[in-house]
């Protein structure tokens, strides 16, 4: 069964840092991209970043460039999402999400269930 | 960056009745879209991908049409479960966006 556990959302200070986590299992980790989905408050689904089954690949939504850096580690299975210089428009809940592909550009099969970060201004 | 419009935003139905939901894109995406349900405070949960094929151990009275820029999502019976957000997706190219979301409301 596939798993997917976010970690690491919380409270954090305009221009902050934060580090969100998510733990994989139940399926071959580095066969799959991986992706980070947000969805701020009463909105819709919102791509952010995601990572090619190497980690060799990553692409970044225009809103979190240079601002944003996505990784993982294959040896743990974890995809992680390093957030700097956090806005406002940045609160959201962030889901991870595995791609039905080695390549990132296809759909997501399986979701986490969220962690929610929170900017305070 | 491809535009993805759903309509209605919100329906009102009745256990047993028929319900369509429409996404368009701004340009063509061929077929390359997918269907996604979500319940409050919940994760999304895929339905349909290739803009048609279900997604095993979905029910079948879930299905999903079109190509190009115009698409639906069909429930057959709307049961009791199905009250919740549909989303669609494209991932004809980067970056990849959603529609809004519908949500489906009890009647």
């Known amino acids: 069964e596939v798993q997917l556990l976010e970690s690491g959302g919380g409270l954090v200070q305009r221009g902050g840092s934060l580090r969100l986590s998510c733990a994989a299992s139940?399926?071959?980790?580095?066969?799959?991209?991986m992706s980070w989905v947000r969805q701020a408050p009463g909105k819709g689904l919102e791509w952010v970043s995601s990572?090619?089954?190497?980690?060799?690949?990553?692409y970044y939504a225009d809103s979190v460039k240079g601002r944003f850096t996505i990784s993982r580690d294959i040896s743990k299975n974890t995809l992680d999402l390093l957030m700097n210089s956090l806005r406002a428009e940045d609160t959201a809940v962030y889901y991870c999400?595995?791609?039905?592909?080695?390549?990132?550009?296809?759909?997501?099969?399986?979701w986490g269930q969220g962690t929610l970060v929170t900017v305070s201004s | 960056d491809i535009q993805m419009t759903q309509s209605p935003s919100t329906l009102s139905a009745s256990v047993g009745d028929r319900v369509t939901i429409t996404c368009r894109a701004s340009q063509s995406i061929s077929r390359w879209l997918a269907w996604y349900q979500q319940k409050p405070g919940k994760a999304p949960k895929l339905l349909i991908y290739k803009a048609s094929n279900l997604e095993s151990g979905v029910p079948s009275r879930f299905s999903g049409s079109g190509s190009g820029t115009e698409f639906t999502l069909t429930i057959s019976s709307l049961q009791p479960d199905d009250f919740a957000t549909y989303s669609c997706q494209q991932y004809d190219s980067s970056p990849l966006t959603f529609g809004g979301g519908t949500k489906v409301e009890i009647k």
């Open positions: 139940g399926f071959i980790f580095n066969n799959y991209a």
């Open positions: 999400a595995k791609d039905s592909s080695t390549s990132p550009g296809y759909y997501n099969d399986y």
């Open positions: 990572i090619g089954g190497s980690g060799g690949n990553t």
